[in-house]
């Protein structure tokens, strides 16, 4: 399913190559990006890769959006501006017809958000401030999330996810709060998803990525540079350091020939007997 079907970035240069985020994309205005079900933003650091779902997510003002600090010259919000002179494009439905609204399950996960997850599995503090404001987030008061924390229920919950804490390591933590969040019918932005994940891990979580793509009506735009993500995504792959963002296969990648190159060196070593 395509609920996004293009992006466009601002076609405005400034005279000031430094002022955020027009900087980032300096060279790129007006620069155009066409979706798939699952399309990737690779780059390495620096590249944009996150300043671009950030901006994605703002524009379509879905759950996880960022906002991000005005950068300020005089009295000119640089970042809202920027943002007003990006462009986007929804797709169709089965039935040709123009999607109206996003799914409220569309969401920009970070990988902050990630490792967020596991901390407040891993501290009993974190985590009881994370279930008040889970509460209150649910429509209660201060007061009766509180009370929420000492009822039976509460109890209950608490001791669960504290159990997790001793069964799940950070890996399988991060791994089970994807395979949890995950919705069909909704349109996912990921930042590095693999942050945290084993190799095996990476591949597991990219199997479901295709299978919920394929299977559940879902459409993911995912910032990554793992090699393993990107060898097993069915996914149109932009390369955010070319020029011209250009579309790329996996193996075109420079961090993915860095490894082939590394492994490839050390291949007599595999050899041994």
Not at 29 to 42: A, N, Q
Not at 52 to 75: D, R, V, Y
Not at 84 to 106: A, H, N, V, W
Not at 212 to 239: E, V
Request: hydrophobic share 35%; glycine share 6%.
């Amino acid at each position: 399913m395509i609920y996004l079907q293009s992006f466009g970035l601002s076609s405005k240069r400034l005279s000031c190559p430094n002022i955020y985020p027009y900087n980032v994309f300096r060279g790129r205005e007006g620069m155009l990006f066409f979706f798939d079900p699952i399309t990737v933003f690779y780059g390495n650091n620096g590249s944009g890769k996150s300043t671009l779902l950030n901006q994605i997510s703002n524009k379509l003002a879905i759950k996880g959006k960022e906002h991000a600090t005005p950068n300020k010259f005089g009295i000119e919000d640089y970042c809202g501006r920027f943002l007003s002179e990006c462009s986007y494009c929804l797709g169709e439905d089965e039935f040709g017809r123009t999607i109206r609204m996003l799914s409220k399950d569309s969401c920009y996960i970070k990988s902050e958000d990630i490792l967020y997850e596991i901390k407040k599995i891993q501290q009993k503090t974190v985590l009881e401030e994370s279930l008040v404001y889970d509460q209150i987030s649910d429509g209660k008061s201060k007061e009766e999330a509180d009370g929420f924390l000492e009822s039976k229920e509460g109890i209950i919950l608490e001791k669960n996810i504290l159990f997790a804490q001793e069964k799940y390591s950070n890996g399988e933590t991060a791994f089970q709060f994807f395979d949890e969040f995950i919705r069909p019918n909704a349109l996912y932005l990921l930042d590095e998803p693999e942050v945290s994940l084993s190799p095996s891990n990476q591949v597991r979580l990219a199997e479901k990525i295709n299978e919920m793509a394929r299977l559940l009506g879902c459409q993911f735009i995912i910032a990554t540079h793992s090699p393993f993500m990107l060898g097993i995504l069915n996914a149109k792959i932009y390369d955010l350091d070319s020029k011209d963002f250009k579309v790329s296969s996996w193996t075109e990648l420079e961090n993915v020939r860095y490894f082939y190159d590394f492994f490839e060196k050390h291949k007599a070593e595999f050899e041994e007997e």
